[in-house]
């Protein structure tokens, strides 16, 4: 059912509000995501079958219906746990596209959680959002490139240089996302 306020079309996705067509397309964007990186899982060697299909597609629809809440968090910790329990390889190029695909999925569910429910995303937001994307794309190159360096050359204690690699580049990005004086 649709409905038109102040000049924009609105979706009522079940009991919910009402929702714009810029949420619309976040959701849909969130469940083509979930796919994607089952199909980076399946390229890697992990193993997906019809079952586990359905029920990361029906999953995807749950996380992307309630954004604003741990659902999403819950669901991409399964399949991270997934990824971890059916791929027998230590390192795979296919992990730099599913991490590539977490960093987008998880973009499109804070729009989705903090963006405008009835109205458009900003072009400011947008762009903003875009640009920070790509900088955070770019460490998630180099420190797929920085692993893949490690493991070819496995000095000793290797996992814990990545481990702690790892660890500061999140500690980064924490800081650099805690920002809260910029302004929407």
């Known amino acids: 059912m649709t409905r038109a306020i102040a000049g924009r079309r609105l979706l009522r ?3 919910a509000e009402a929702w714009g067509r810029d949420r619309v397309v976040l959701f849909a964007i969130q469940i083509v995501l979930v796919l994607g990186f089952l199909g ?22 749950a996380m992307a219906r309630v954004p604003e809440t741990p659902v999403p968090l819950l669901g991409w910790g399964a399949l991270l746990v997934w990824w971890a329990l059916t791929v027998t390889t230590r390192f795979t190029w296919w992990a730099l596209p599913a991490a590539l695909v977490l960093l987008v999925a998880h973009t499109a569910f804070a729009l989705a959680a903090l963006g405008p429910r009835d109205g458009q995303l900003t072009r400011a937001l947008v762009v903003r959002t875009i640009r920070r994307l790509l900088v955070v794309a770019g460490l998630v190159g180099l420190v797929a490139l920085g692993c893949a360096s490690l493991y070819a050359a496995q000095p000793p204690g290797y996992p814990v240089v990545v481990g702690a690699a790892l660890l500061v580049v999140a500690g980064w990005l924490w800081l650099v996302g805690t920002d809260q004086d910029v302004p929407a």
């Open 13 to 15: 996705v079940g009991l």
């Open 40 to 61: 980076c899982l399946r390229a890697a060697g992990g193993s997906v079958d019809g079952w586990g299909l359905g029920f990361a597609a029906v999953g995807a629809a």
